[in-house]
């Protein structure tokens, strides 16, 4: 059974960081391609960051330079690094997975199949 975990979500003040972490079991890990996402109160979900069974990462523009992916394979983690947290940086943060990359729905919900609970990130000014 597939199963991702979120963790190391809080509140902190603008400007501060976070280390989120997405522990994953039922599948094999390393092979799979892994993002995160997060959704804001009346959002949709927004792709943020993606990271590929090689490590090659991929980032949206509102959080390149600030926010960093990446993976522990022998772990079975999945990191994402966020510095300089702004107030719009609130939201539910979700990690997910699919074992096929298409390259048109890299950051796009659609493109992955399996999905953590989320973990709540509040950032205020």
């Known amino acids: 059974q597939v199963q991702l975990m979120e963790s190391g979500g809080g509140s902190v003040q603008s400007g501060g960081s976070l280390r989120l972490s997405c522990k994953v079991s039922?599948?094999?890990?390393?092979?799979?391609?892994m993002a995160w996402f997060r959704q804001g109160p009346n959002e949709e979900r927004e792709g943020l960051a993606v990271i590929d069974n090689n490590g090659v990462t991929t980032y949206v523009d509102s959080v390149k330079g600030r926010f960093t992916i990446s993976r522990d394979n022998a772990k079975n983690i999945l990191f994402l690094q966020m510095n300089n947290l702004k107030p719009e940086d609130t939201a539910m943060y979700y990690c997910?997975?699919?074992?096929?990359?298409?390259?048109?729905?890299?950051?796009?919900?659609?493109?992955?199949?399996?999905w953590g609970q989320g973990t709540q990130v509040t950032v205020s000014s």
């Open positions: 997910a997975a699919d074992m096929i990359q298409r390259p048109s729905l890299r950051l796009r919900e659609a493109g992955y199949a399996y």
């Open positions: 039922g599948f094999h890990y390393s092979t799979f391609y």
